[in-house]
């Protein structure tokens, strides 16, 4: 894991205003992203198998893929921006979002998800998010953060 930075619990939950901004937009994206291809769906009867635009499709058609390229691009900055904090993006269906990090001498993941007031998991390495687990502040006390 050479080229991660460690990061600490105050670091971290300094980073939550602003992860709770960014991430709690990228879920309105995701959902608003969602709609646009029901819609489109429903216009042409089925998904489409690209979004590039086509001659023979009607300007409605062309338009909605247009609006969702946008949006899709626009998905893709936020968590872009997410990943510039430091942050990896782990789960973006509920916004958990991981930092590397040390925990009783141990290198682990600091686990946050959107509506979560600070850091309050860890994980280790090779746990996914199901293997959160929370930080006891007897942990806190030992911990290299």
């Known amino acids: 894991m050479t080229g991660w930075r460690l990061f600490t619990i ?9 992860l709770s901004d960014l991430v709690g937009q990228q879920m309105t994206r995701h ?12 216009v042409t009867g089925d998904l489409p198998s690209s979004l590039v635009e086509q ?8 338009k909605l893929k247009r609006e969702l390229r946008l949006m899709i691009e ?19 269906q509920v916004g958990t979002i991981d930092f590397y990090s040390s925990v009783e001498g141990r290198f682990v ?28 502040s007897d942990v806190l006390d030992r911990s290299l953060n």
């Open 31 to 42: 959902g608003e992203i969602a709609q646009h291809l029901a819609d489109l769906a429903h």
């Open 55 to 62: 001659p023979r499709e009607s300007e409605l058609v062309r």
């Open 10 to 18: 105050a670091e971290v939950n300094a980073l939550i205003p602003k």
């Open 109 to 136: 993941w600091l686990s946050w998800r959107h509506g979560e007031e600070s850091v309050g998991f860890y994980h280790e390495l090779d746990a996914g998010c199901a293997g959160r687990r929370p930080l006891r």
């Open 74 to 92: 626009r998905y893709a900055e936020g968590w872009t921006a997410v990943r510039a904090l430091g942050g990896v993006v782990k789960d973006p």
